[in-house]
């Protein structure tokens, strides 16, 4: 079936470095995409999204790229900080079908000091 | 915070229990969601309200029994558990339907269940 899934659940990174995490998605219908993070004992904060129409949208040290042609999206957080540690869901919706945004399981990144 | 508050934090229940869960939102949403967060699992859509009205119930047991009174205010009426239920249980609130970058969810900090 259709879904969105993450290529690794585990990113081990030092601070100051960039991050990337990934996620694959199968619906081309998908005109919708956003990444939450998820800190240890608070439910997923909204970070940023993007829309079809777009290729890159950058927010505040992050940065999420959109390649519809292999349906792949990653998000980029420059300059890592412990304060990102966290489990990071990408999520996706169909403009026009269900209105609810189908997750995928996640990936934590840890940012050792 | 995020302004959706949720009760109790964490519970522990026997599977012959009744319990609630609530869920409270402060931003004047029209829209509210229960999902359930078990490890290395995706997010799972449980209930969706829309003005107070049930927009969508995903094939979920009849166990979970949702109420939402107002807009402000979401439940999730718990009875006759099993331990596999046991997960962290999700409340979230949008401006409205449908999910947009207008409409992004905010969700509260959860409710950690444990079936005994």
């Known amino acids: 079936g259709e879904s969105v899934g993450l290529h690794l659940p585990t990113l081990s990174v030092q601070e100051g470095d960039n991050s990337i995490i990934n996620c694959a998605y199968s619906n081309s219908a998908s005109d919708y995409f956003i990444w939450y993070k998820q800190e240890s004992g608070k439910g997923p904060q909204f970070i940023i999204d993007?829309?079809?129409?777009?290729d890159k949208r950058q927010g505040q040290r992050v940065t999420v790229l959109l390649n519809k042609t292999v349906k792949h999206l990653s998000l980029q957080i420059a300059a890592t900080q412990p304060g990102d540690s966290a489990v990071y869901f990408c999520?996706?919706?169909?403009?026009?079908?269900?209105?609810?945004?189908?997750f995928g399981r996640g990936t934590s990144l840890i940012v050792h000091p | 915070e995020t302004g959706v508050t949720q009760t109790p934090r964490h519970l522990v229940m026997g599977m012959t229990n009744k319990k609630s869960l609530k869920c409270e939102q402060h931003?004047?949403?029209?829209?509210m969601y229960w999902y359930k967060q078990s490890a290395k699992k995706p997010l799972e859509l449980m209930f969706v309200?829309?003005?107070?009205?049930?927009?969508e119930n995903n094939s979920v047991p009849s166990r979970f029994s949702p109420e939402c009174p107002n807009s402000s205010h979401l439940f999730l009426h718990l009875h006759t558990l099993q331990p596999e239920d046991s997960a962290l249980y999700l409340c979230a609130s949008s401006q409205d339907l449908p999910i947009s970058s207008s409409y992004e969810q905010y969700f509260g900090p959860g409710t950690r269940l444990t079936v005994t």
């Open positions: 993007i829309r079809s129409n777009m």
């Open positions: 931003l004047g949403h029209n829209a």
């Open positions: 999520a996706e919706n169909k403009s026009g079908g269900s209105y609810i945004p189908t």
């Open positions: 309200y829309s003005l107070e009205e049930r927009v």
